[in-house]
């Protein structure tokens, strides 16, 4: 459900009550020029600026967070719009979920009906799901087929030189949701072309310098308890990953609570032995998209 109440306009659903934001470009431009904008916003301001938000919904689910609102073709923000609520989009399937093949991911989670079992999925469920739109970023991610979270993060998404043949079923639900969607086009967003109109494969997060004074400190060796805090968004998920092989070795994994000062909490988050990568949530939907 939507509400409007003395001119925001907030998405009420079961798990969560959030803001839809809006950032008109001359705001993005202006706070692009200032100092430590990436570290703050977790990459490019003008694609960033929509993620400290969704961060905020997860830490406090009913309490009006800011989530970016999608763009309308008709507003004069409506590329910068595109941009903020794409990428904090990504960014949820990337770095909360720990998916590298966001495409595989979606498909599993759509052919089991969409569990909102996991707080990460909730969000995109209530949010983007419910907008109507998160078939479109299904369908672009199954033309393409990008694979993210190598270790090297300023290489951006590799593509497939040789794309994966889908299942016959998706196949169909490709075609047919790609015809329907081109008729009532999304701004910046074409599924046409092979295009990536937006440039989400190149900004993909994890851009910047890692932060050397951070740390990652032992809370509870019994209960395999750690705390992980950093000054930076834009260079947390690695910096994290490598500091994690130096923990004691376990028969269970550590549970490491991530906190990035200029946003606050991220989620609790472990190391996945059967892929390497760090996640937050079930590692049953961590695995969907690996």
């Given amino acids: 459900m939507t509400s409007k109440h003395e001119g925001l306009e907030f998405t009420i659903g079961e ?9 008109p470009i001359e705001v993005t431009l202006k706070y692009e020029s200032g100092p430590g904008s990436h570290s703050e916003m977790g990459g490019q301001t003008a694609w960033f600026w929509g993620v400290p ?26 590329h910068s719009q595109s941009l903020g609520y794409w990428c904090a989009l990504q960014y949820l399937f990337l770095y909360r979920l720990g998916w ?15 569990p909102t079992d996991d707080p990460t999925l909730a969000l995109v469920a209530e949010v983007w799901d419910r907008d109507g739109h998160l078939d479109r970023y299904l369908a672009w991610l199954l033309q393409r087929q990008p694979r993210f979270l190598d270790e090297n993060p300023h290489n951006g998404a590799t593509e497939a030189g040789n794309p994966e043949r889908l299942d016959p079923a998706w196949s ?26 937006l440039h989400l494969t190149g900004h993909a997060g994890e851009g910047g310098k890692r932060d050397p004074h951070s740390r ?21 998920y690695w910096d994290l990953r490598s ?12 549970r490491i609570d991530v906190f990035v000062r200029p946003v606050g909490f991220l989620g609790n988050y472990r190391l996945s032995r059967s892929t390497s990568l760090l996640f937050s949530g079930r590692h049953r939907y961590h695995s969907m998209g690996n």
């Fill in 100 to 114: 590298s093949d966001p495409g595989k991911g979606l498909t599993r989670w759509y052919d089991i009906g969409k």
């Fill in 243 to 254: 500091r994690t092989l130096d923990l004691p070795l376990s028969s269970r994994s550590w």
């Fill in 216 to 236: 990652l400190s032992i809370l509870d060796p019994k209960e395999n308890r750690a705390l992980f805090v950093t000054d930076t968004l834009d260079a947390w």
């Fill in 53 to 78: 938000g969704v961060f905020h919904a997860l830490a406090s689910p009913r309490t009006g967070q800011p989530v970016p609102a999608p763009p309308l073709p008709t507003l004069d923000e409506a």
């Fill in 172 to 197: 169909a639900w490709l075609r047919a949701t790609t015809a329907s969607l081109e008729r009532s086009k999304q701004p910046y967003f074409s599924l046409t072309g092979g295009t990536d109109n």
């Fill in 15 to 23: 798990s969560y009550i959030v803001r839809r934001s809006h950032s």
